[in-house]
């Protein structure tokens, strides 16, 4: 018998602020975290809009000193990290043994901000003008091992990195370690920061984000809806504080919820686009329902990649329909990247952040900017709006370039 895994934990660096109650509630009231960039000229760019966390201080967290040698992803990172950590109650050699506590933070980018520092120092003032925390702060395996060193986590340490599916297989691979039973405790999430110059600019020349909304930008994240054009990029990090339950119990710990259920399958079809016809996230679906031992009846709610690109929103979709079937007319789907945007590498995490709370509060936050509707996107995406609803059952999906697809299900206790 698998042994039972749950959340005792939560960390958010989101655009709404630092802290998981100012994330949940701006999402339960449908606020927008969308506004035009200011981390850079967007002027020449198609797209101009993102979900910056505008007002994050990261002296709050580190020292100015280790603060001004890490990556803006790593700082977010450390920040949500230590907040997950003071929300458990968890302090290494009081309630917790440094060896079985494990960290898994991925990132789908890494340290682009440092990239594109320290290549403009190399082409306008040379080489030796490069700095040596060029290499440490551009890994995308950086933000676990500062975290571990940070906290004293001796255990497992590594990262995930499968574009904006990183956050959500980072969390079940701590899972499966924690049932493993080689360590009590696993922080594990993901953090981006790759609201920058090149990035946009990659992104914009892919076509892939949104451009018809730039004088309006809280209208521009608008997934299922028939006027989605594209996705608005955010930044931020969630990190979750996974913990054996006997371990949790035998503290007195605070539960959230249960990490029930992990499945990952790969579209083998394309660099960029999902298939078509939803082959691979059907059967994530189907085997992460089958791995929590839940059927297609039992889940209440499903918080979407719901991208708002045409083709992520309408494939999403029908491999919801494909995988439940008839109960598919009962669940309700939202897109919680209408507020946040879509945090890449982070996405996954803040998303199981949403479920954790949507079944410790009996409340789904909407799909906001949903105003016309799509034949092709036919779900209940609870509209703008929140609805209080009890929900025992909820599962989270993501997709990653290369074709990766990743499910979590959280159930209540």
Not at 180 to 185: A, F, K, M, S, T
Not at 283 to 299: E, F, I, N, P
Request: glycine share 10%; with cysteine; aromatic share 8%.
């Amino acid at each position: 018998m698998k042994e039972r895994i749950v959340v005792t934990g939560l960390g958010v660096v989101s655009p709404f602020g630092d802290g998981v109650d100012p994330f949940w509630e701006a999402l339960k009231a449908g606020k927008n975290g969308v506004g035009k960039v200011t981390l850079f000229d967007a002027s020449e760019l198609n797209c101009q809009v993102a979900a910056e966390c505008k007002d994050f201080d990261p002296t709050k967290y580190m020292d100015a000193k280790e603060a001004k040698r890490s990556d803006r992803y790593t700082q977010f990172a450390v920040a949500a990290a230590k907040m997950a950590m003071n929300d458990a109650g968890l302090v290494v050699g009081e309630n917790l043994e440094a060896e079985r506590f494990g960290v898994l933070i991925g990132s789908g980018v890494g340290g682009m901000d440092t990239i594109e520092k320290q290549s403009r120092a190399f082409i306008e003032r040379g080489p030796r003008r490069v700095s040596p925390f060029m290499i440490p702060n551009l890994l995308a395996n950086m933000s676990s091992g500062v975290v571990a060193i940070g906290l004293g986590a001796k255990g497992v340490n590594f990262s995930v990195v499968s574009a904006c599916a990183t956050g959500t297989h980072a969390i079940g691979e701590a899972l499966l370690h924690l049932q493993l039973g080689r360590e009590d405790v696993i922080l594990a999430g993901g953090s981006e920061a790759a609201i920058t110059s090149l990035s946009f600019a990659g992104f914009c020349a892919m076509k892939a984000m949104a451009t018809n909304f730039n004088d309006e930008p809280h209208r521009a994240s608008r997934p299922f809806d028939a006027d989605r054009c594209g996705f608005v990029m955010g930044e931020g990090a969630g990190i979750l504080v996974l913990e054996r339950y006997d371990h949790a119990v035998a503290r007195g710990a605070k539960i959230y919820c249960e990490v029930a259920g992990y499945g990952a399958t790969c579209d083998a079809y394309h660099i960029t686009s999902p298939d078509v016809e939803g082959r691979g996230l059907s059967l994530c679906l189907q085997r992460t329902l089958s791995d929590a031992g839940v059927s297609v009846d039992d889940v209440d709610y499903i918080n979407a990649h719901g991208t708002s690109t045409p083709y992520n929103d309408k494939f999403e979709t029908a491999a919801i329909r494909k995988v439940f079937g008839s109960s598919a007319n009962k669940l309700m789907v939202s897109s919680t990247k209408s507020m946040t945007g879509h945090m890449l590498g982070a996405a996954g995490a803040i998303e199981a952040a949403v479920c954790a709370k949507t079944i410790q509060d009996g409340v789904i936050a909407p799909t906001i900017n949903y105003e016309n509707p799509d034949s092709d996107c036919d779900l209940d995406y609870v509209p703008n709006v929140a609805r209080e609803v009890d929900v025992k059952v909820a599962v989270s999906t993501n997709l990653g370039f290369g074709g990766h697809n990743g499910a979590l299900v959280f159930k209540k206790m």
